[in-house]
């Protein structure tokens, strides 16, 4: 099977050596990805143009896998599967077409658009001409329309070869991976910064990855298995890294020393502190993050430069002036929307009275509350790093049993205290309902710095709306010595 690949217009305006750069690093793109798929696929570059040549005989999933790698790959602008043959001149090549298109074309408007190059005794437009003509004659109903076609009989006239385009795909467009230097990109696993990677992968710049894990091993498993998929649909033909850093020491010290309304932007702060610091580790100058204006407190404008004075690296925002449906709908497109669907919401660090312009002097106040370079030390100090599509994060998992109100006998309540982990303000608006079992109400971020006041010989039950933080909390207290501890199953999935 041939494919014929046209380049994007970004790299066809380019100058000669530019455009031979570009078209060098897409053909290495195009062979390392699409051999990971089918080792016999076979890439040959031409000076505005690529052809890829796979087996005879593939099957219907490997071939749609493959030409689905070649659409996505940056710096495509037209994927055609084609056909070629042989012509002598005008009159041979007009039967030839007319022996394949006649009957896809009969009672349809059509048109014939034709490339040439070589050296023939008849223009592109002559072609064009010839060809319609000899259509029209072969069939009936069939009428030529030129500007909205039902059909478009789409030829490529190379020297005396005929190529016919089969199929079509549309690709991405940009620029080739890693022809634009490279980027760290923090990643949430949400609907935005996927897309934000994308839109950074398409223009031709090498993404690497990081995630500022707050919510133990559920969100490390899904926030890489989404960067991975990302990167298995879009970028596969370089390997990159992706590295976890545990920030829930920093969040709780931040909720412990940090004004409420200030926690989301010092968060935000600290967490552009340790991706700098990663960055510098994989030698990548550019920080990316997948914040869109307005979308949450901390990404006001004013909150966002704040944000900035953290680093002295340059932070990209590549779906900052992008409407929310927007941005689903580009996750829809390349494919990720259904696994970002699926994140859990992770509860426990956002506040619930932010403020939407914090002052300058009382966020660096607030940091100087905290000992910046030593929790930021201690968390890159146990970061785990690795390889996409090579490595994964080895995730000793722990049972933690989740049990429903309605579960709890007379005799088990007796010996259970329910402790109720959310912030204040969550608790004063949503408090559990009255019941026959002892409720405590610690807030997180103080429960490991309280674990001595529990006592060994109760059971506790660990409550948060969501079930992510009181999971992480509960296998704390395990390592804290206290054993005998489940999580309460959050009251939406009760009733």
Known sequence: MLYHLTLSADTTIKSPSVRRHLGKILSTNLRNALRRIEPEA????????????????????????????????????????????????????????????????????????????????????????????????????????????????????????????????????????????????????????PVAAWKMMRRGVKCHFVLFRFAGDEQLQAVHRITHHLWQQHGSSHQVSFTSVPFEEIIDAIRQHVDE??????????????????????????????????????????????????????????????NKQDIIDIARQIDTAELSASMPEYCGTVSQKPHIKACREAVTEAETRLDMDALIHAAISRAWSGKLGRDAPSVPRETIASVSLENLTATSARNTTIIDVRAPDEVDARPLPQSHVEILQIPFYELQSRAEELSPDRHYLLYCEQGTMSRLQALHLRDRGIHDVAILAPLSRQH
Not at 81 to 89: A, C, P, Y
Not at 292 to 300: D, G, K, L, N, P
């Open 42 to 193: 076979k890439v040959r570059a031409e000076w505005d143009q690529l052809w890829i040549r796979l087996p005879d005989g593939l099957d219907t999933d490997t071939t749609e896998r493959l030409e689905l790698c070649m659409a996505r790959t940056p710096g495509i602008h037209l994927v055609a599967r084609v056909e070629q043959s042989s012509f002598i001149d005008l009159d041979d090549l007009a039967q030839q077409v007319v022996a394949r298109w006649a009957a896809r074309v009969e009672g349809q408007q059509f048109r014939v658009s034709a490339r040439r190059r070589g050296t023939h005794d008849f223009n592109s437009q002559q072609a064009e001409r010839h060809i319609g003509g000899a259509l029209l004659d072969a069939t009936e109903g069939a009428s030529v329309n030129l500007q909205h076609p039902r059909i478009d009989v789409r030829l490529r006239i190379e020297g005396d070869q005929l190529l016919h385009h089969i199929t079509e795909r549309p690709g991405v467009g940009g620029y080739p991976l890693g022809s634009q230097g490279q980027a760290l990109v923090l990643m949430s696993g949400g609907y935005d910064s």
């Open 261 to 322: 309304g200030l926690t989301g932007v010092v968060l935000k702060r600290m967490m552009i502190r340790a991706a700098t610091r990663v960055a510098h580790r994989a030698r990548v100058s550019v920080l990316v993050t997948g914040e869109a204006i307005a979308q949450v407190s901390s990404q006001t404008l004013h909150n966002l430069a704040l944000i900035d004075n953290a680093t002295h690296l340059p932070i990209l925002r590549p779906v900052l002036a992008d």
